[in-house]
C-alpha cells in the first residue's frame, strides 16, 4: 500500500513538471531572430575573370564571397535591421579584377547575385546530408547595376535604392516587428544623370537607400509615412489624423467667424439702425392728428428732423 502511494506521488510529480519541462525545451530550439540595429551582412556570389560563370566549392554548392570592404567602416558592406540612415561605402583602389568583374555586373552578362540571411547567423556554415544543399535560410538580393561600358573605363551610377521586407506575423506577441527578413532587391537610379567615372585604381564611391517593409505589401506612391510599416499606408484614403484635422479646422473656422460677425459686423449693423446715415432720409410717424381724424401716418423726412409741433419722430432707414 505505501508503494502505490509512492508511485502515485511520483507521477504526480511527473506530471507536474513535464509541460515546464517541454516549454523550457522549446524556447531552447526557437529560432533566432533579429533585433533593431543588427547587422545584416551582405554575401555574393563568387564568379570567374574569364567568363563571369559562378564558382562551387568541394560540395558542389555555389561559393559567396563577403561584399566589397567600405573604407567607412573597414569591414564588408552590411545593412542594419530595420534602420533606414543612408549607407555610404567607398571601395578603396579598385583592383584590375574588381574592376573586371564590374564589368560583367553592368553589361548584365552575369548579375551581381547576393544574398542575406533571413535570420541571424550562428556559428559556421553547415553542409546537410545532399550534395549541393547548404543548412540555413537565405534570401537572395539581387543588386541591379547600371552604366555605361567604354574601352577604357566605367560610368557607374553609384545611388543604390535598397528595398527589404520583413515577416508580416510573429508568433511572439512582444516584437513589435517580426526579426526575420522576407525579400530583398536593390537597383542603382538616376544613370544619365548621376554616375561615377571608373578606371582602375580609382576609389568606387557606393551611396545606399534603404527602405524597409513590413509584410509583403507597398504602400501607396502618396504615403508619407515611414515607420517600419508601422501606420503605413493599407489602402485607405481616410486616416483618423485626416478626419482630425478637418474637424478642428471646421471648428477654427466657425470661431473665427463669429468672432468677426460679433466684433466688427454686428456692431456696424447695430450703429446704422440707431442713428441711421447723416446723409440719407428716413420715414417718421408722425403722432398728431391728421385732418382731425386722429390716425397715425408715414412721411419721408431727413434723419434728425421733428415734427409739426415739435412731436417726437420715430425714424428708420429704409
Known amino acids: 500500500m505505501k508503494g502505490d502511494i509512492i508511485t502515485m506521488a511520483r507521477l504526480l510529480v511527473v506530471a507536474l ?134 574601352l577604357t573605363h566605367l560610368h557607374i551610377s553609384t545611388t543604390i535604392n535598397v528595398i527589404l521586407h520583413t515577416g508580416s506575423s510573429s508568433q511572439d506577441d512582444d516584437l513589435l516587428f517580426p526579426g526575420i527578413i522576407d525579400s530583398a532587391t536593390a537597383y542603382s537610379v538616376s544613370p544619365n544623370l548621376d554616375s561615377t567615372r571608373i578606371i582602375i585604381g580609382d576609389d568606387l564611391p557606393l551611396r545606399f537607400n534603404i527602405r524597409w517593409y513590413t509584410g509583403v505589401d507597398l504602400p501607396l506612391s502618396d504615403s508619407a509615412v515611414n515607420d517600419w510599416g508601422k501606420n503605413r499606408c493599407y489602402g485607405e484614403h481616410v486616416t483618423l489624423s485626416t478626419f482630425m484635422y478637418c ?26 439702425v440707431r442713428i441711421g446715415s447723416v446723409a440719407g432720409s428716413g420715414y417718421a410717424l408722425n403722432s398728431s392728428s391728421n385732418n382731425g381724424g386722429g390716425k397715425s401716418s408715414y412721411a419721408a423726412v431727413p434723419n434728425g428732423a421733428l415734427g409739426a409741433g415739435g412731436a417726437g419722430w420715430y425714424t428708420k432707414k429704409d
Not at 549607407?87 to 551581381?112: G, Q, R
Open 17 to 150: 513538471l513535464l509541460p515546464l519541462l517541454c516549454a523550457a525545451a522549446a524556447d531552447s530550439f526557437k529560432p533566432a531572430t533579429y533585433a533593431i540595429g543588427d547587422p545584416v551582412p551582405i554575401s555574393c556570389l563568387n564568379r570567374t575573370l574569364e567568363s563571369g560563370e559562378h564558382v562551387t566549392d568541394e560540395h558542389g554548392i555555389l561559393q559567396y564571397v563577403p561584399f566589397l570592404t567600405c573604407a567607412e567602416t573597414g569591414r564588408p558592406l552590411e545593412l542594419r535591421y530595420l534602420s533606414e540612415d543612408p549607407l555610404n561605402c567607398t571601395v578603396k583602389a579598385i583592383s584590375d579584377d574588381t574592376f573586371h568583374l564590374w564589368e560583367f555586373y553592368i553589361h548584365n552578362d552575369s548579375p551581381l547575385s547576393c544574398r542575406v540571411p533571413a535570420r541571424p547567423l550562428s556559428g559556421d556554415r553547415h553542409i546537410t546530408g545532399d550534395v549541393g544543399v547548404e543548412a540555413g535560410e537565405w534570401i537572395p538580393f539581387v543588386i541591379s547595376l547600371t552604366g555605361k561600358l567604354d
Open 247 to 272: 474637424i478642428l479646422t471646421a471648428i477654427c473656422t466657425a470661431i473665427a467667424c463669429t468672432a468677426w460677425f460679433l466684433g466688427f459686423e454686428f456692431p456696424k449693423r447695430l450703429r446704422r
